[in-house]
């Protein structure tokens, strides 16, 4: 198994930024790709972006694109997703999961699951 903890979340204004965090415990971090899902309220959960298990590639919704960067330290099993020009839109709780692939953006692609950290974006 995989422990997922998100951090980073909090209030900011739009064209603000934040930076999110997922640190990983458990089985070797380097052997998933890694996503971030974000869940408005009264709305499914979607797909934000995933990134490889080297790194190497990355995979954005189009919502997103240019605004989000996704990466990750493999030595610190740590995951993270910087957000800039950041919309009311973008308000949600945000969840990193790993699953086998960063090219799957459905939810049931991924096997582990963080708790959420919310993040609310200001007009």
């Known amino acids: 198994q995989v422990q997922l903890v998100e951090s980073g979340g909090g209030l900011v204004q739009a064209g603000g930024s934040l930076r999110l965090s997922c640190a990983a415990s458990?089985?070797?971090?380097?052997?998933?790709?890694m996503g971030w899902f974000r869940q408005a309220p009264r709305k499914e959960r979607e797909f934000v972006v995933a990134?490889?298990?080297?790194?190497?590639?990355?995979n954005y919704a189009d919502s997103v694109k240019g605004r989000f960067t996704i990466s990750r330290d493999n030595a610190k099993n740590t995951l993270y997703l910087q957000m800039n020009s950041l919309k009311p839109e973008d308000t949600a709780v945000y969840y990193c999961?790993?699953?086998?692939?960063?090219?799957?953006?459905?939810?049931?692609?991924?096997?582990?699951w963080g708790q959420g950290t919310q993040v609310t974006v200001s007009s």
């Open positions: 990134i490889s298990r080297s790194g190497h590639s990355t």
């Open positions: 999961a790993a699953g086998n692939s960063f090219r799957y953006i459905t939810t049931r692609d991924y096997d582990y």
């Open positions: 458990g089985r070797t971090f380097r052997n998933y790709a």
